[in-house]
């Protein structure tokens, strides 16, 4: 994200909604972040950029709000719905056990996809400059936490920072295995 930061020279920045669950930490950039639960009361054309993680495959049309609140940008992280755990794992699972799942990353299909997220973007007037896929571990990765093993209601995050050397070799894995191994897909767009 810093590489956006240098590359598109912003200087203030809104996550919005916000959800501590997420657990970001606030040096994610080195301009002014400003963490908010929602978009109601910012000002229009507030921030440089204006993003979130996790939102947008649930509620489509906080895009039109993030847009009002950009001067510049605006980006969006989405579960990867072709990923191994998200997309088979964690649904063989509940469907065994017979329980719904409560995990964060539910939403509209079409919208954890590259092309679905883009569409999104483009239909609402902004043009993406960049997408892809992020959060690409080596290990083959469940999806499914400890919590709902267990039992309990709403997940836990496991407290397993990805040691950043192998976050910097995510640019290198093949797009194949991107894919199918990627938590998040992206897009990050320019508000005309």
Same mark, same amino acid.
């Given at each position: ?10 200087? @203030? ?7 501590? *669950? ?7 950039? @080195? ?6 639960? =929602?978009?109601?009361?910012? #000002? =229009?054309? =507030? ?28 980006? #969006?992280?989405?579960?990867?719905? *072709?990923?191994? %755990?998200? %997309?088979?794992?964690? =649904? ?23 092309? +679905?997220?883009? +569409?999104?973007?483009?239909?609402? +007037?902004? @043009? ?13 990765? @469940? ?7 267990? +039992? ?41």
């Amino acid at each position: 994200m810093r590489r956006w930061e240098k590359k598109y020279e912003f200087a @203030t920045a809104l996550q919005s909604p916000y959800d501590p *669950y997420i657990n970001d930490e606030a040096n994610i950039f @080195t301009c002014e972040l400003t963490f908010s639960s =929602s978009l109601m009361n910012v #000002a =229009s054309k =507030s921030y440089d950029l204006v993003f979130n993680f996790g939102f947008l495959q649930r509620f489509p049309y906080l895009i039109h709000e993030m847009k009002r609140v950009s001067k510049h940008y605006v980006a #969006a992280f989405t579960p990867n719905r *072709y990923n191994f %755990g998200h %997309g088979f794992i964690r =649904s063989f699972y509940h469907r065994v056990r017979g329980t719904a799942c409560q995990h964060i990353d539910r939403g509209e299909p079409s919208l954890m996809t590259l092309d +679905g997220l883009v +569409g999104l973007f483009e239909r609402s +007037g902004l @043009t993406v400059l960049e997408k892809g896929h992020v959060d690409i571990p080596i290990w083959l990765d @469940t999806v499914v936490h400890i919590s709902e093993l267990l +039992g309990s209601g709403r997940p836990v995050p496991l407290k397993m920072p990805m040691p950043k050397q192998l976050v910097s070799l995510e640019d290198l894995w093949p797009n194949c295995f991107k894919k199918v191994q990627a938590h998040h897909i992206y897009a990050f767009a320019e508000s005309l």
